[in-house]
């Protein structure tokens, strides 16, 4: 399963900036695409544009080599499942019944979950650690727990393209490490994961391409270690960093050290 996007541009008005400017990047079967910026620089509507939400766009979008604009909201649901950022639910459902509202593009209105389908989501929810939880209220676990709670929905909307925005926003440390590795191990067993981070080290650690958005264009594309450098972080960023190589064993990565008084310690 593949996402083609091709000089893509939007505007939210006729009379108003593009907010994203001629943007053109292919993700492939099994990669994972970290998708960096600053706040307001266009991400969200990137991915709502991939998500048919946005219709009147100019570029092209296709998934698995069908064009978008020729796909209703129910067959696009077929190819990409969205997985917003963790957040606490008005009602508090259980887990279980969350996973399976990944169903809504499979069952009939008002009709509802067969013993296949809950099967299918227990099956999700075991893939991600989470099967113990299944009775557990929604909004009484924790945000790494809900967040994997997300993508077990996703799994089970069958779409093999899942687009996630900032999967790891107010986790705390090692949660974000937890749902970041399972991420990593969707992209291994297929599926094209596009996701949205603030953080160069989670591109390092987990991304095997890295896309840069400044100005509603793309201004660093390829491979993160090839492309996130000190340079463009301080350009995009404002911040003077050190990119170090770090070396474990047979473990090799890059991670981003903040320097020149852009950190203080507190003793």
Known sequence: ??????HLSFA??????LVLNDVSFLVAEGELLAVLGPNGVGKSTLFRCILGFLPHHQGSIYLN???IRTLDHKEI?????YIPQS????????????????????????ASP???????AYAAMESLGISHLRDAGYGEISGGERQLALIARALVQKARILIMDEPTANLDYGNQFRVMRRISDLAKE??????STHNPDHAFLYANRALMIYGGRVIASGTPE??????LIKEVYGVDVYIEDYQCGSYHHKHCIPVNGDFERHE
């Open 114 to 120: 067969n013993r296949i389908h809950i099967n299918e």
């Open 190 to 195: 297929g599926y094209s994961v596009v996701l």
């Open 77 to 81: 649901a077929k190819y990409v499942a």
């Open 87 to 110: 957040t606490h639910p008005v009602f508090n459902y259980t887990v279980l019944d969350v996973v399976l509202m990944g169903l809504a593009n499979q069952v009939r209105l008002l």
């Open 12 to 17: 939210y008005s006729r009379n108003s900036r």
């Open 65 to 67: 080599g069908k064009d």
């Open 1 to 6: 399963m593949s996402l083609a996007i091709s």
């Open 226 to 231: 090839d492309v996130l450098d000190a340079k």
